[in-house]
């Protein structure tokens, strides 16, 4: 087969941070089941040259199966993948241009970091002197220019997830594969890993899929985040628009919090929820009674002075957590209605638990989803 | 921020539970106190006692000639005695090929299972161990009803050759055969232990995805990481194949543990004196395998202890 991809650069003919822009890498109607379980149902997905696309969803919605048909650890049962337009679906696993970090540790355990990051090297019959110097140069670019004699035991996990992308790096892909690399980390190096990730990934040029069930890391790495769900791709799209304009209810769910209020759509094309009457956004159910979207920071709590006579808005805060710049409210409405607010903190001071607040909601287009019967 | 703050359950945790802290006050005291070691001393001495003295004794048997005091002479005479050194030789090189040939078996079976498909990891453990719970006598009568077999109906078939070339004396690759079968039990769980101390999949997937072909991951990758697995298989195996008599003797072959036998009864001394040089070999064969298995397990088999990122 001549069709290795994309020719694979000559380790060694330049700096390593000389890398050409990443290459496109298509998703065509990509179907894959096991036994009954379908894990991907037709993905459709672009990613541009350079560009970092986070594969977001719940537990069994396909993300880790379609990065792994990239990497060509799995086999479509339909559809294809195309990178720089030319079909990779049959082309083995070691014969494609991609570099892969898993989110086990995935380093050879008999081989010092220097040797795991020159692996790739050795197996492409790269000169000894040559690959010590790729190496160190890998390893000083993941900020670990002292530790090539340690072996994975002696390293922390953080430090084993940086020789892991260093090694992934060694062979100059253009598409780079993150498989929940951040996962086993605790949150400090985590978040270290996140930013230096982003940074060389930007600094590369390199096309990246990083597959990850935490949306926090997605939208804050991502340049789109792509989520999926049983199987399709329901969005994708950049982080802020994602959260402001979800294309679906899942979307809207998924990402971020969400407040589900019963609601009534009205003739004007409005909908009357908790008092108010506001536009709607996206597809409007066949039945009247509806459930509106609302995000918590779209609420309004006000305190009602003590002469007011409670109304239909009239809460009762439940519980106050501190989270910050924000405090989240968790309210109740005499309906039995649960309502979840953010506050800025400075504001919120009186509305301990057992406190009486007045409930609306922001003048701003919502989602309505059909009211389960 | 009351709800934040819920002391109630926390003192009636501490209340129920004050008992803990009382009672670990109090327990320290048998925990500092220095193990019985006299116990351990008693029972290494009585483990020692009933391993050692009945080699101490033969030693003393091969050394102490009544009337003539200490003489060496059994060991000398053993380098030159008839069928000594042939019969050692044979059996090393029976070890020798039946660990080739288990390893060769069991490791890409093994690997094969484990990737494609662990769901048949039962089934492979369950035909491994059958020879377990065969004893050798029925094996050795099936291999002689085969070998009876074979020549009368297929003498007129190049296979007639193979049947004769596998019983060939100074090489019988039939007791190869037969001791691949009786190992595969010992094989199959070393290996099987390995392999599930590392993270097969995951360390084939990354070596794919650096570029490796399937024998280069198995030869670089997964090898060198069952190392000590494979230094175990070989180890059982090697101790198995030098004491094994019965299949031996009953084919008719002469390896080390039948010659011992044979010459047990014409020259007492001197069989005691080979049991004893037997012995030594393979502590030191074993010694040689288990420091090949140790070497890289300084490196590779350390416990995954992750230090904090500084």
């Given at each position: 087969m001549s069709t290795t991809l994309p020719a694979a650069?000559?380790?060694g003919d330049a700096d390593v941070r000389d890398t050409p822009a990443g290459a496109r890498v298509e998703f065509r109607g990509l179907r894959r089941a096991f036994g009954s379980t379908v894990a991907l149902d037709?993905?459709?997905?672009?990613?541009?040259?350079?560009?970092?696309?986070?594969l977001?969803?719940?537990?069994?919605c396909g993300k880790t199966t379609a990065l792994r048909v990239v990497a060509g650890f799995e086999q479509p049962d339909s559809g294809e993948v195309l990178v720089d337009g030319q079909d990779i679906t049959r082309i083995p696993a070691n014969r494609r241009d991609a570099g892969m970090v898993f989110q086990s540790y995935s380093l050879f355990p008999n081989l010092s970091a220097r040797d795991n990051v020159a692996f790739g090297l050795r197996v492409r019959k790269v000169a000894a002197a040559e690959r010590r110097e790729r190496a160190a140069e890998l390893l000083d670019l993941v900020g670990l220019p002292d530790h090539g004699d340690r072996y994975p035991h002696q390293m922390?996990?953080?430090?084993q997830q940086r020789v892991a992308l260093a090694r992934a790096l060694a062979l100059r892909p253009r598409v780079l594969l993150l498989d929940e690399p951040l996962s086993a980390l605790d949150a400090k190096v985590r978040a270290n890993l996140r930013d230096e990730i982003r940074r060389l990934q930007l600094s590369l040029g390199i096309t990246t899929v990083f597959v990850t069930h935490d949306q926090e890391e997605a939208l804050s790495m991502a340049d789109r985040v792509a989520v999926l769900n049983a199987g399709r791709l329901e969005q994708c799209a950049a982080p802020a628009e994602l959260y402001e304009r979800p294309a679906t209810?899942?979307?809207?769910?998924?990402v971020g919090t969400m407040n589900r209020l019963p609601g009534r759509l009205a003739d004007s094309g409005l909908v009357e929820v908790v008092g108010a009457r506001l536009p709607v956004d996206g597809p409007v159910p066949a039945t009247r009674d509806v459930e509106v979207l609302v995000r918590p920071e779209n609420v309004t709590v006000t305190v009602p002075a003590e002469t007011d006579a409670g109304t239909d808005r009239t809460a009762t805060v439940v519980s106050a957590s501190f989270l910050g710049s924000v405090t989240r409210l968790h309210l109740v409405l005499p309906d039995g209605t649960s309502v979840k607010a953010d506050l800025p903190s400075r504001d919120?001071?009186?509305?301990?638990p057992g406190a009486r607040a007045t409930v609306g909601l922001t003048e701003r287009p919502v989602l309505v989803v059909a009211r389960p019967a | 921020m009351a709800a934040m703050t819920p002391t109630a359950p926390d003192t009636v945790e501490a209340g129920t539970s004050g008992a803990a802290p009382r009672a670990s006050t109090r327990r320290p005291r048998p925990r500092s106190r220095p193990r019985p070691r006299v116990w351990r001393g008693a029972v290494l001495a009585l483990a020692g006692a009933y391993f050692l003295t009945p080699l101490i004794a033969s030693f003393v048997f091969t050394v102490h000639v009544p009337g003539r005091g200490i003489s060496f002479e059994a060991y000398t005479e053993l380098l030159a005695a008839d069928g000594f050194t042939q019969s050692l030789l044979l059996s090393l090189g029976l070890a020798a090929a039946t660990i080739s040939l288990s390893l060769l078996l069991a490791v890409p079976a093994l690997i094969a299972v484990r990737i494609?498909?662990?769901?048949?990891?039962?089934?492979?453990?369950?035909?491994?161990?059958?020879?377990?719970?065969?004893?050798?006598?029925?094996?050795v009568t099936g291999i002689t009803t085969v070998l009876r077999w074979g020549p009368e109906h297929l003498s007129r078939t190049p296979l007639y050759q193979t049947f004769l070339a596998v019983q060939n004396e100074d090489f019988p690759v039939v007791l190869v055969l037969a001791y691949t079968v009786l190992a595969l039990p010992f094989v199959h769980r070393s290996l099987d232990a390995g392999l599930r101390a590392i993270d097969v999949p995951t360390l084939v997937e990354a070596a794919r995805s650096c570029g490796a072909s399937w024998p280069h991951v198995v030869l670089r990758v997964l090898l060198p990481n069952l190392r000590a697995s494979l230094a175990g298989a070989a180890f059982l195996t090697l101790a198995l194949v030098l004491g094994e008599f019965t299949i031996a003797s009953l084919l008719g072959f002469r390896p080390f543990a039948v010659w011992i036998v044979s010459i047990s009864g014409a020259q007492a001394r001197m069989s005691v004196a080979v049991s004893i040089l037997s012995l030594v070999i393979t502590w030191l064969l074993l010694l040689l395998l288990s420091r090949a298995a140790t070497v890289p397990a300084t490196v590779s088999a350390a416990p995954a202890t992750s230090r904090k990122e500084s």
């Open positions: 650069r000559k380790p037709g993905l459709d997905l672009t990613i541009e040259p350079g560009e970092l696309v986070a977001l969803g719940p537990s069994g922390s996990g953080g430090q209810p899942f979307v809207a769910e998924f919120a001071g009186a509305l301990v | 494609g498909s662990p769901r048949l990891r039962p089934v492979v453990e369950v035909v491994c161990m059958l020879p377990l719970v065969v004893p050798p006598i029925a094996l």
